[in-house]
């Protein structure tokens, strides 16, 4: 069974671009988590989707950062646009219940 | 508000010699509580949880861990630690509303 996936693993931008990150979850988990580890910091919940909708944003920095979960497959977190302070490790996981996410190897966006 | 605290940031072992890693929580409720482990270029791996039950919970790769209440406390350890155990551990608490806290991780290095 295929894990977590995330693409691309890495991404350079120079502030004010855009950048959108990709996961795919496990087959058959309904829910999806974005976390994020800005350098030398604690990974930070930034929201769940379950299927399609979001369950939980509350983790999300400001309005520059918009994630969705078309057809309740896929996510797509985009960043636009973006700042130095985006840089960082961004991390997706999926579970079937809220006992056990499984976590995907992580974007590193790096913002110039 | 629910949080993690490992004190270690860093430790050095000897290959072969025991490894303890320390985690505190601060949860409201019955927490989950997990230990993942982030190698060198690799993603986060969960190596152990607790939902319930027998308070000393085994997992991947030797690790066990212990649930204290009491002292609010899940540490880690492995009797006898290998090279390729050399990586990042995070220890997390989560609970019924399914977001992950984390610690800010602790870097383990094994010298020959």
């Known amino acids: 069974e295929a894990g977590v996936t995330q693409f691309p693993s890495h991404s350079v931008i120079e502030k004010g671009q855009t950048v959108t990150l990709r996961c795919d979850p496990i087959?058959?988990?309904?829910?999806l988590y974005w976390y994020r580890r800005v350098m030398g910091k604690e990974i930070k919940f930034l929201l769940h989707?379950?299927?399609?909708?979001?369950?939980?944003e509350s983790g999300m920095p400001n309005n520059r950062f918009l994630a969705e979960r078309t057809g309740g497959t896929y996510s797509t977190l985009k960043v636009q646009p973006a700042e130095l302070e985006d840089s960082g490790v961004y991390f997706c996981a999926s579970s079937w219940d809220p006992g056990t996410q499984y976590f995907g190897p992580g974007t590193r966006l790096t913002v110039l | 508000a629910q949080s993690v605290t490992q004190p270690d940031i860093h430790i050095t072992v000897s290959e072969g010699a025991s490894l303890e890693l320390r985690c505190n929580y601060s949860y409201g409720a019955t927490p989950y509580l997990f230990w993942y482990v982030q190698s060198p270029g690799q993603g986060l791996q969960l190596l152990l949880k607790?939902?319930?039950?027998?308070?000393l919970v085994q997992g991947i790769k030797g690790f066990e861990a212990e649930f204290k209440r009491s002292q609010s406390s899940f540490n880690l350890r492995k009797p006898s630690v290998h090279w390729s155990d050399a990586a990042e551990y995070f220890c997390?608490?989560?609970?019924?509303?399914?977001?992950?806290?984390f610690g800010a991780g602790t870097t383990v290095t094994v010298r020959a």
């Open positions: 989707f379950v299927k399609e909708s979001k369950q939980d």
């Open positions: 997390a608490v989560g609970g019924n509303d399914y977001k992950l806290s």
């Open positions: 087959s058959g988990h309904d829910n």
């Open positions: 607790y939902f319930s039950g027998d308070t």
